[in-house]
């Protein structure tokens, strides 16, 4: 039996915000008071690191602003050895810096720097950092990388309306999000205050869902079959449970893309599941925004996911270790969203659980009239 990640709370507990209360009204105020003064240059690593250009760039914006250079931490996650290990460093500065740079850039396929994106969008929802994101097309470095990028940008799209009272920056260039980071970060130290006591809290609706379950993950047809088996015959009869499996994208993946989203963000409850034998770049990137879509649109989300058959450091265990750990510190901070994630040990296990939610939907739907 291939070994299964599971949840990894092996480390301090650090800064906690003290938001962790369920529902919709998320206030940033609060999450803002346990933050470090530091802009995390996160995403993309590879041969070509933006940050030598990035973090000379800010340092001189702040000394022509007349400010200290070092008046900010800047962390980089580049290393010549990465290890598991790098994972927990990496997800506390994710999850603890007040400023988070999330380019994914043309310069590597940044597989796991995608999956990233999503993480720290729900930092700047849930603990109220200031997040600046760019996703280039990445058309250059094949249709992998192309497809998981326009997945990536399509959920952004497709979560704006809830994203836009938090102010989650996308940039069309670095260059703009370098500029973008370097202004925010000027008017918060001239400032010398973050937002003020009395901000008012964002408030989100939260949307009825699709009475189904969506089985997604690696292009497996067996794995995800296997999960719907597992469920009672009747849900798959009345079309109340599916899997997403293909054989292949069309002349237009955008389209099959969009409508995927659509279905996943509409959608009760979402069953992910990531085999041993496939890369399932895409499918470990698309996990991140499905954990948003718990957040922002209470949907339940359960994962089962293999190690690859890959050394431990390889590039797919890499992006499947640091997602793992993401999802960890979130469950750690937000004790509520437990209620909503599920890390499953076995297909048997997901299958179950996401039964169950889907029952707990049509009760509180039934409760309500709805």
Not at 102 to 110: A, D, F, K, R, Y
Not at 295 to 304: F, K, N, R
Request: charged share 20%; net charge negative.
């Amino acid at each position: 039996m291939s070994e299964v990640f599971g949840l990894n709370y092996n480390e301090p507990l650090g800064h906690r915000p003290f938001n962790d209360f369920p529902g919709l009204e998320i206030s940033r105020t609060q999450g803002l008071a346990k933050l470090h003064d530091c802009i995390a240059w996160m995403a993309t690593c590879g041969e070509v690191d933006y940050r030598q250009e990035s973090i000379p760039y800010l340092r001189h914006a702040l000394a022509e602003a007349g400010l200290a250079p070092d008046a900010l931490e800047q962390y980089s996650p580049m290393t010549d050895n990465w290890t598991p290990e790098c994972a927990l460093t990496e997800k506390r500065y994710l999850a603890e810096s007040r400023f988070l740079a999330l380019p994914v850039l043309s310069t590597s396929e940044g597989q796991a720097s995608t999956a990233e994106v999503p993480f720290g969008v729900i930092g700047g929802l849930l603990r109220g950092q200031e997040v600046f994101t760019h996703i280039a097309p990445g058309g250059e470095l094949g249709q992998r990388v192309f497809i998981g990028r326009t997945i990536a940008r399509t959920y952004l799209n497709a979560f704006k309306e809830e994203l836009e009272p938090v102010k989650i920056r996308n940039f069309e260039t670095l260059d703009k999000l370098q500029e973008g980071v370097a202004q925010t970060a000027i008017e918060y130290l001239q400032q010398q205050v973050g937002h003020t006591a009395d901000a008012p809290p964002t408030i989100l609706q939260k949307p009825l869902l699709g009475g189904r379950i969506v089985i997604t993950g690696s292009g497996n047809q067996k794995l995800q079959n296997d999960i719907l088996r597992q469920l009672p015959s009747r849900m798959v009869d009345m079309g109340m449970a599916s899997t997403t499996y293909v054989t292949g994208f069309d002349s237009r993946p955008d389209v099959q893309i969009a409508r995927e989203v659509s279905s996943k963000t509409t959608s009760a409850v979402n069953l992910v599941g990531i085999s041993h034998e496939q890369l399932s770049y895409g499918a470990v990137n698309e996990i991140g925004w499905l954990v948003l879509g718990s957040v922002l649109h209470d949907q339940a989300l359960g994962i089962y996911m293999e190690r690859h058959d890959s050394n431990e450091t390889s590039a797919p265990n890499r992006q499947r270790h640091l997602t793992m750990s993401h999802i960890s510190r979130l469950l750690q901070d937000f004790p509520w969203l437990t209620q909503r994630i599920k890390v499953a040990e076995n297909p048997e296990a997901l299958s179950k659980w996401g039964r169950y939610k889907l029952e707990e939907h049509y009760d509180w739907r039934n409760a309500m009239r709805v």
